[in-house]
T-cell receptor, first 111, second 116 residues
Framework: EDQVTQSPEALRLQEGESSSLNCSYT??????LFWYRQDPGKGPEFLFT???AGEEKEKERLKATLTKKESFLHITAPKPEDSATYLC????????????FGRGTSLIVHP | DAGVTQSPTHLIKTRGQQVTLRCSPK?????VSWYQQALGQGPQFIFQ???????QRGNFPDRFSGHQFPNYSSELNVNALLLGDSALYLC???????????????FGEGSRLTVL
């Protein structure tokens, strides 16, 4: 069974204080790993897809990296508008394209 | 370009009642998936519809059923509501069962169901 574990559950940062969110996963074979951002009461919004170990993707203050066992979402010099829940999901090889989501990390950035 | 739209946005029901939630996929998409997201949890896959048929189903009881219409819109029905069914119900759309090359799902803003 595919498993996704995100840590920490919650993270409070001061504006400008860089940090990383972790997503560890267990799948028989990885087709893709996804990061989504979710604002309170809204649906998730796609950020990145990573396919293989060593791959990196960047978007503004966010950078996602991937190893064979985990992914990191690095947030550089965050701003209050980066406050949201960040969800990680994995898509396994095989017949199903349905991703398995983690519980997310709730990020609050204080001004 | 219209994104994924869901209705209603909020609703309150009592135990034992039935509820129907609706979803219109993003323009150009033909596949709809439904997810349940309890407070503080990640989205849990309920089922996926393609070509008006349920193609895959997650670990949810038969009280959860759905339908897809020829215009690709979809409904989620939940019968005999339980307190534990209180959650945000998300609809996600994509093109084809495999989705885009990036695997991206487009989510609606959800329907918040409260069961009293």
């Amino acid at each position: 069974e595919d498993q996704v574990t995100q840590s920490p559950e919650a993270l409070r940062l001061q504006e400008g204080e860089s940090s990383s969110l972790n997503c560890s996963y267990t799948v028989s074979g990885l087709r893709g790993l996804f990061w989504y951002r979710q604002d309170p009461g809204k649906g998730p919004e796609f950020l990145f897809t990573l396919y293989s170990a060593g791959e990196e993707k960047e978007k503004e203050r966010l950078k996602a990296t991937l190893t064979k066992k985990e992914s990191f979402l690095h947030i550089t010099a965050p701003k209050p508008e980066d406050s949201a829940t960040y969800l990680c999901a994995v898509q396994a090889t095989g017949g199903s394209y349905i991703p398995t989501f983690g519980r997310g990390t709730s990020l609050i950035v204080h001004p | 370009d219209a994104g994924v739209t869901q209705s209603p946005t909020h609703l309150i029901k009592t135990r034992g009642q039935q509820v129907t939630l609706r979803c219109s996929p993003k323009s150009g998409h033909d596949t709809v998936s439904w997810y349940q997201q309890a407070l503080g949890q990640g989205p849990q896959f309920i089922f996926q519809y393609y070509e008006e048929e349920e193609r895959q189903r997650g670990n949810f009881p038969d009280r959860f059923s759905g339908h897809q219409f020829p215009n690709y819109s979809s409904e989620l029905n939940v019968n005999a509501l339980l307190l534990g069914d209180s959650a945000l119900y998300l609809c996600a759309s994509s093109w084809g069962l495999a989705g885009s090359s990036t695997g991206e799902l487009f989510f609606g803003e959800g329907s918040r169901l409260t069961v009293l």
